[in-house]
């Protein structure tokens, strides 16, 4: 039993570097999603996780980085939907949608343009996993303590905007800085993280363990630590699943992941049913 936990990783560097790049994606998603959730900014995490789409490609197409692509592809979703949203009467989903819809589309007119995506295109959306190099880790690593430590910066004022936002500007915190700010810590979260588990299955990362811890606990400090916890192990049984079975590593994590929350979705179901069953039989036998 324990050749099959632990002998994938003690026999395979690779699977040890996965394991270590997936634990520092999930802590960077957990981050980051906590406040994705808090703040219901699911839509616009999954059109930046699918807007970044346009700008890797094409940033491959012409030689430049992957990441460097990304990070554009999010720059103009972010300042896109704040223009649309500032000069018309559109709401901000509105906005989103639009561009979304467009920079997805613009994604697969680069891609259906070129025969030289083959091999990159599944690398672009369903990430690499199993490929990461020792200078990705030192790049996630880097991205995970910065964000760390810019939410425990900007831990009140962030904390604020999640809940209510005339209270952020109330208490001397402007909701519309600390918005995009957070939509650059989102933005940052993606870009570095698609290399690991691709565009499409990144969003899965930020948003379910997040939305595990919210389930579990009541405080942020906590949410963000069963997040990360949810994360790592979802990404141990994960990648022990794709070696064992010949699954598609990247997918296979985030599946664990999804499933996961929706474990503990129905465990916390059940419990809310039995309580109110105990609360109804104790209130019938004191009549």
Same mark, same amino acid.
């Given at each position: 039993?324990?050749?099959?936990?632990?002998?994938?990783?003690?026999?395979?560097?690779?699977?040890?570097?996965?394991?270590?790049?997936?634990? !520092?994606?999930?802590?960077?998603?957990?981050?980051?999603?906590?406040?994705?959730?808090?703040?219901?900014?699911?839509?616009?995490?999954?059109?930046?996780?699918?807007?970044?789409?346009?700008?890797?490609?094409?940033?491959?197409?012409?030689?430049?980085?992957?990441?460097?692509?990304?990070?554009?592809?999010?720059?103009?979703?972010?300042?896109?939907?704040?223009?649309?949203?500032?000069?018309?009467? !559109?709401?901000?989903?509105?906005?989103?949608?639009? !561009?979304?819809?467009? +920079?997805?589309?613009?994604?697969?007119?680069?891609?259906?343009?070129?025969?030289?995506?083959?091999? $990159?295109?599944?690398?672009?959306?369903?990430?690499?996993?199993?490929?990461?190099?020792?200078?990705?880790?030192?790049?996630?690593?880097?991205?995970?303590?910065?964000?760390?430590?810019?939410?425990?910066?900007?831990?009140?004022?962030?904390?604020?905007?999640?809940?209510?936002?005339?209270?952020? $500007?109330?208490?001397?915190?402007?909701?519309?800085?600390?918005?995009?700010? +957070?939509?650059?810590?989102?933005?940052?979260?993606?870009?570095?993280?698609?290399?690991?588990?691709?565009?499409? !299955?990144?969003?899965?990362?930020?948003?379910?363990?997040?939305?595990?811890?919210?389930?579990?606990?009541?405080?942020?400090?906590?949410?963000?630590?069963?997040?990360?916890?949810?994360?790592?192990?979802?990404?141990?049984?994960?990648?022990?699943?794709?070696?064992?079975?010949?699954?598609?590593?990247?997918?296979?994590?985030?599946?664990?992941?999804?499933?996961?929350?929706?474990?503990?979705?129905?465990?916390?179901?059940?419990?809310?049913?039995?309580?109110?069953?105990?609360?109804?039989?104790?209130?019938?036998?004191?009549?």
């Amino acid at each position: 039993m324990n050749s099959w936990f632990i002998a994938p990783y003690a026999n395979n560097e690779f699977m040890r570097l996965s394991l270590l790049a997936g634990i !520092l994606v999930s802590t960077l998603c957990a981050v980051a999603g906590t406040f994705v959730v808090l703040r219901g900014l699911a839509f616009i995490g999954d059109a930046l996780a699918h807007g970044v789409l346009p700008g890797v490609a094409g940033a491959l197409l012409i030689g430049a980085p992957g990441m460097l692509g990304a990070a554009v592809g999010s720059a103009v979703m972010i300042i896109g939907v704040g223009f649309i949203t500032n000069r018309s009467r !559109l709401s901000s989903d509105t906005a989103i949608g639009l !561009l979304f819809v467009a +920079m997805l589309a613009l994604g697969v007119i680069i891609v259906s343009r070129s025969d030289s995506f083959n091999g $990159d295109i599944v690398r672009i959306l369903f990430g690499e996993i199993l490929g990461i190099r020792p200078g990705t880790i030192v790049i996630l690593a880097m991205a995970t303590l910065v964000i760390s430590v810019g939410v425990a910066v900007l831990y009140r004022p962030f904390l604020l905007l999640s809940f209510d936002a005339l209270q952020a $500007d109330a208490s001397g915190f402007s909701s519309r800085r600390y918005h995009v700010v +957070m939509l650059a810590m989102v933005a940052t979260t993606v870009v570095v993280s698609f290399q690991a588990v691709g565009t499409l !299955l990144v969003f899965g990362m930020l948003v379910a363990p997040a939305g595990a811890g919210a389930l579990l606990a009541r405080r942020v400090t906590a949410m963000i630590a069963w997040a990360i916890s949810i994360g790592a192990v979802s990404v141990y049984i994960g990648l022990l699943l794709s070696y064992h079975y010949d699954l598609a590593a990247g997918a296979t994590v985030v599946f664990v992941t999804v499933c996961t929350f929706f474990i503990i979705f129905a465990i916390q179901l059940i419990r809310q049913s039995w309580a109110k069953v105990v609360s109804t039989g104790t209130g019938a036998g004191a009549t």
